[in-house]
């Protein structure tokens, strides 16, 4: 092998990493060979010191919970006292407190206003600003036309109408009544029934009808054009005169369901109002 071909070869073995030869006589030569590069030692891992030792903080105490009041317990309702008669009655309604949201706010309760034997009673829902300052019912504008509606039937309000709430005390608002409310109050219409003993019984308001016909679903149509029973005296429902104060259209339906009452009065002698004659 000539010189030049030994040394490519040499320069290729020495690319691919051989630096020794098995055969004899041949070597890399010195120009070639290139020292083997000394393996350093691994430096030794560089060790963090731990951190100096610190107890942990404790946790700071829960605070205690404050006692959440319990709301006060409304006061037990005296049950009515059997046998009371008008004025007991008036006087146990203007002493009652079974309303907590009504009693404090009231200027006074509103009994009833009329006769105590006319054949005619009249129930609303609830007294009005102008009824809880004078203590009567119905004496604002749905009085005014309470009175118009009776005069032109020529039932006289003074003699033949006896006319009571639901509840005894103004809501706050004038808002439609609470159940709870009207259940508080109705032993003391029962009561004010048993003593007047009313021919008929006209309930003004959707409100009045439900309570004394004991379901909170019924709406006023359901209840309307019908005669129900109210431990055995005949009831009418229909519209409130607020009601027809904001929607006169339906004024006609409530003469007819007042027409009804009179002629049912009338069947029973108990009344003849003069458009009969």
């Given amino acids: 092998m000539n010189p030049d071909d030994r040394h490519a070869l040499l320069t290729y073995l020495h690319t691919i990493g051989v630096r020794e030869l098995p055969i004899e006589g041949l070597s890399v030569p010195a120009e070639l060979a290139t020292p083997p590069l000394p393996i350093e030692a691994p430096a030794p891992a560089r060790t963090t010191p731990p951190p100096p030792f610190m107890a942990e903080r404790p946790a700071p105490p829960a605070p205690t919970p404050r006692p959440v009041p319990t709301p006060a317990a409304p006061a037990p309702v ?10 007991q009655l008036r006087q146990a309604v203007a ?3 079974r309303c907590a949201e009504l009693a404090p706010r009231r200027t006074q309760t509103v009994f009833a206003t009329g006769v105590q034997g006319a054949p005619l009673l009249v129930i609303g829902e609830a007294p009005g600003a102008e009824e809880d300052r004078l203590g009567l019912p119905f004496v604002g504008a ?10 032109a039937a020529g039932i006289d309000r003074d003699r033949n109408v006896l006319i009571a709430n639901i509840l005894k005390c103004r ?7 609470k159940t709870e409310e009207a259940q508080n109050c109705l032993p003391y219409l029962k009561r004010q ?8 019984i006209l309930c003004v308001g959707r409100i009045a009808g439900r309570t004394l016909l004991g379901d909170d679903e019924l709406t006023l149509n359901k209840m309307r054009g019908k005669w129900w029973q109210f431990e055995g005296i005949p009831m009418r429902v229909s519209y409130h005169p607020s009601f027809l104060l904001r929607s006169p259209q339906f004024k006609r339906q409530a ?3 007042l027409l009804e009452v009179c002629r ?3 069947a029973m002698g108990r009344l003849r109002p003069p458009y009969l004659n």
């Fill in 193 to 200: 029934i048993e003593l007047a003993q009313p021919a008929a």
């Fill in 171 to 177: 809501p706050p608002g004038n808002r439609d009544p």
């Fill in 264 to 266: 049912r009065l009338d």
């Fill in 142 to 151: 749905a009085g005014r036309l309470l009175d118009q509606w009776l005069g």
């Fill in 95 to 97: 002493e009652c407190a």
């Fill in 255 to 257: 003469w007819h369901d």
């Fill in 78 to 87: 005296r049950p009515l006292s059997p046998g009371l008669d008008w004025d």
